[in-house]
């Protein structure tokens, strides 16, 4: 974050990633996409990188660290619901291996995937986090991510978009 003239760019960040949790929570998707948008372009270079000295401001660092990786995955979702999936594959398998402990960004991964016809890639993309999850930390992947590989397997028409909204 850097300061802006009215003071840090911190308190719009903050902003705009409550104002994207309301729209997201209420289904307005097509808002809270221009609201964590808005918050994302206010992040520029690494977060706080090697600055953070002492455990307030490592805490902090953590915070905000977890505050840009929330507001991808709502992001992320939100322009799923948009039917945006073709153009979110290269996005989201960069953030799914920039934080492949992120559960979310393999579940959404594999729903771009899928709607994009690429499902042999989707299932591909779980036993990549299976695979991963169980070596570094001996676990199983969680719900989401094995009930995703589940809806994928049995061709569960949840996992298709309606017909209202446009597709790329």
Same mark, same amino acid.
């Given at each position: 974050?850097?300061? *802006?003239? +009215?003071? %840090? +760019?911190?308190?719009?960040? +903050?902003?705009?990633?409550? /104002? ?16 964590? $948008? ?6 520029? *270079? ?9 455990? !307030? =401001?490592?805490?902090? @660092?953590?915070?905000?660290? $977890?505050?840009?990786? /929330?507001?991808?995955?709502? =992001?992320? #979702?939100?322009? %799923?619901?948009?039917?945006? &999936?073709?153009?979110? !594959? ?8 920039? &934080? ?5 960004? &393999? ?5 771009? =995937?899928?709607?994009? #016809? ?17 070596? $570094? %930390?001996?676990?199983?992947? *969680?719900?989401?991510? @094995?009930?995703?590989? &589940?809806? !994928?397997?049995?061709? +569960?028409?949840?996992?298709? %978009? ?7």
């Amino acid at each position: 974050m850097s300061l *802006g003239n +009215d003071g %840090l +760019d911190l308190r719009a960040f +903050d902003k705009y990633v409550r /104002e994207g949790r309301a729209h997201y929570r209420s289904g307005n998707h097509e808002a809270a996409t221009r609201s964590f $948008e808005n918050a994302l372009g206010l992040c520029r *270079g690494p977060l706080l990188d090697g600055v953070c000295r002492g455990p !307030i =401001l490592q805490g902090f @660092q953590t915070w905000l660290n $977890e505050a840009w990786l /929330e507001c991808m995955e709502m =992001l992320m #979702d939100s322009r %799923l619901a948009l039917g945006r &999936h073709r153009e979110l !594959i290269s996005d989201l398998y960069w953030l799914s291996t920039e &934080h492949p402990l992120r559960e979310a960004f &393999h579940r959404q991964l594999m729903l771009a =995937l899928h709607r994009s #016809d690429r499902q042999a890639d989707a299932l591909q993309v779980y036993q990549r986090a299976r695979r991963m999850l169980n070596d $570094e %930390l001996g676990l199983e992947p *969680g719900r989401s991510l @094995q009930n995703m590989q &589940h809806a !994928i397997l049995t061709a +569960d028409s949840r996992l298709v %978009l309606p017909d209202t909204v446009s597709r790329p």
